[in-house]
């Protein structure tokens, strides 16, 4: 059975949450666990880290801040590393100077540790996160969990056929039971499933349908484009989307009350 086109596989702390919070968040971005000697080793480092503004004397207060940009790139640490890059540009110059105005040096040197220190641990986190997975766009995720959708699809109408027309995969119709990330069985959909999904006019879409159970439906993509009315660069451009499962002519039932039907014929005379 041959069902279509399948599609490539390709998916911060602050300080108010605590010393304690802040290290779980580090330490629980790797899948494996650490010895806890190197868990101890890591956070003593990134103590020291945080002490750099005390210890540099304010010099390097905006050290931690513009690492915790360079990594999380958000207007907020932008505008903190820039505050403390000026407070610290202000105290190196106060101390070549020695203007002797030590009331105002010291003030600096009271807001850069402070500043400096309170930026570090609310970025620790993000300057040590582990996690090397770029930031994706919530659009391009809902684009790339769709994709996985069908892919998951395919499989199992591949695998499993009765599984497949249980679920309803290829049928939007039927009220999308089983997410399949948008697929349509174009040997089996109506009329309206194949209009919305391929977003084709009703008229349009109702001629493939006459054409298609005409011919009982299609084996492959290259007999859908050689036989039917879609065009070869259509067929291409919405493979991603197409299901061919093996084509069911819809019954006719019987009428069970024909003597109705021919009342409603009107009065003999």
């Known amino acids: 059975m041959w069902c279509g086109h399948t599609d490539q596989r390709p998916g911060r702390r602050n300080l108010v949450n605590g010393w304690a919070d802040s290290i779980d968040t580090v330490s629980d971005t790797s899948d494996e666990a650490e010895p806890a000697g190197r868990v101890l080793l890591r956070g003593v480092g990134q103590f020291l880290w945080c002490l750099i503004p005390l210890a540099s004397l304010g010099s390097l207060a905006f050290l931690p801040a513009a690492q915790a940009w360079w990594k999380a790139r958000t207007a907020g640490w932008a505008i903190t590393a820039s505050m403390l890059t000026i407070i610290s540009v202000t105290i190196v110059t106060g101390y070549a100077v020695d203007s002797g105005n030590s009331t105002f040096l010291g003030m600096m040197l009271f807001i850069a540790w402070i500043g400096g220190i309170t930026a570090a641990v609310a970025g620790r986190g993000v300057v040590f996160s582990r996690d090397s997975r770029p930031k994706v766009d919530p659009a391009v995720q809902d684009v790339m969990d769709q994709r ?61 349908v006459a054409e298609r159970d005409h011919r009982n439906g299609y084996e492959s993509l290259e007999e859908l484009a050689a036989l039917s009315v879609i065009r070869p660069s259509e067929v291409d451009r919405v ?4 299901l061919l499962l093996p084509y069911q002519a819809t019954p006719r039932l019987p009428d069970p009350n024909p003597d109705r039907r021919q009342g409603e014929r009107g009065p003999t005379t």
Request: aromatic letters at 8%; zero cysteines; hydrophobic letters at 40%.
């Open 148 to 208: 996985e959708r069908r892919h998951t699809a395919r499989q199992i109408a591949e695998t499993d056929l009765a599984r497949a027309l249980e679920l309803g995969i290829g049928h939007p119709e039927r009220g999308r039971m089983y997410d399949d990330g948008g697929l349509v069985d174009l040997n089996n959909a109506s009329p309206e499933a194949v209009s919305w999904v391929l977003n084709w006019t009703p008229d349009r879409a109702r001629a493939f």
């Open 239 to 242: 493979a991603e989307y197409i």
